[in-house]
């Protein structure tokens, strides 16, 4: 996929890019493990959201 050059150009979110692509790559591929590492790319910036929303609400409470 290229880079956008506008920001009136069309995207795909890392999450719709598995939920389509996934059905249709083999198995054990390169393409597979490409959808794989975005899955846990996202996993990660999910927990580490979750880590400094938390680390903020235990400071608030003391």
């Known amino acids: 996929p290229a880079i956008p050059s506008s920001f ?8 719709a890019t ?3 692509e996934l059905g249709e790559v083999a ?3 390169t393409h597979f493990h490409a959808l ?3 899955g846990f790319v996202l ?3 999910s927990f580490g959201i979750n880590i400094i929303a938390d680390v903020m ?3 608030r409470k003391i």
């Open 18 to 20: 598995i939920a389509i």
């Open 43 to 45: 996993f990660l910036i």
């Open 36 to 38: 794989f590492a975005i």
């Open 57 to 59: 609400i235990h400071r």
């Open 27 to 29: 198995f054990g591929s």
């Open 8 to 15: 009136f150009d069309s995207i795909r979110t890392m999450t």
